[in-house]
């Protein structure tokens, strides 16, 4: 009986989509805002710029004005998750 209970605990906790700060990864679009990504790690939107200026997060740059853009891949990696 034991084993039947910790076969349904494992197939729940695969099939539970991760969340970070209570956003669904599965959710997030590929290409993030500074505002985003400062909210999914929960520091401030000058801290995101420094360290793409650092390459400790590296930015897109998009349109005329330069707009920041990040990968999710980049921001899960920050997090130690690896992308599926």
């Known amino acids: 009986m034991d084993i039947q209970n910790e076969s349904q605990d494992k197939l729940v906790k695969q099939s539970s989509p991760k969340k970070i700060n209570g956003v669904s990864i599965d959710n997030l679009p590929?290409?993030?805002?500074?505002?985003?990504?400062?909210?999914?790690?929960?520091?401030?939107?000058?801290?995101?710029?420094?360290?793409?200026?650092?390459?400790?997060?590296?930015?897109?740059?998009?349109?005329?004005?330069?707009?920041?853009?990040?990968?999710?891949?980049a921001v899960l990696w920050l997090l130690g998750i690896q992308a599926e």
Request: no cysteine; charged share 40%; aromatic share 4%.
């Open 30 to 73: 590929d290409l993030l805002t500074v505002a985003e990504v400062a909210d999914l790690l929960r520091v401030s939107k000058l801290t995101i710029k420094r360290w793409g200026k650092r390459g400790k997060l590296p930015a897109i740059r998009i349109n005329a004005r330069g707009d920041r853009r990040y990968r999710k891949e």
